[in-house]
């Protein structure tokens, strides 16, 4: 059963940090493109930041220069560092796993990062 588990979200302050965790099951992590999306009220889901099974690193214009996507292939996670956090970042942030060669595509259920004074 493949599962990806996010944890790390909550309310912080606009300029404060966080910092973002996914954790995948049931997948064959080292050949996954991973990736994180948001989602705001009203909105569509959004790419935060991606790092494919290569290691290139992709982010949105948003977020460049204050987030920071990394992956761990042993112990099967990614990390979304967020700094210089503001009120716009607000948003539940989903995982995602996808494997062209497999045709596959995952979702974590999210985690809900409030930018809030």
């Known amino acids: 059963q493949v599962q990806l588990v996010e944890s790390g979200g909550g309310l912080v302050q606009p300029g404060g940090s966080l910092r973002l965790s996914c954790v995948a099951s049931g997948i064959d992590f080292r050949f996954y493109d991973m990736g994180w999306y948001r989602q705001a009220p009203g909105e569509q889901r959004e790419l935060v930041a991606g790092v494919t099974n290569g290691g290139d690193i992709n982010y949105a214009d948003s977020v460049k220069g204050r987030f920071t996507i990394s992956r761990d292939n042993v112990k099967k996670l990614i990390y979304l560092q967020m700094n210089s956090l503001k009120p716009e970042d607000t948003a539940i942030y989903y995982c995602?796993?996808?494997?062209?060669?497999?045709?596959?595509?995952?979702w974590g259920t999210g985690t809900l990062v409030t930018v809030s004074s």
């Open positions: 995602n796993a996808k494997a062209y060669r497999y045709g596959t595509n995952y």
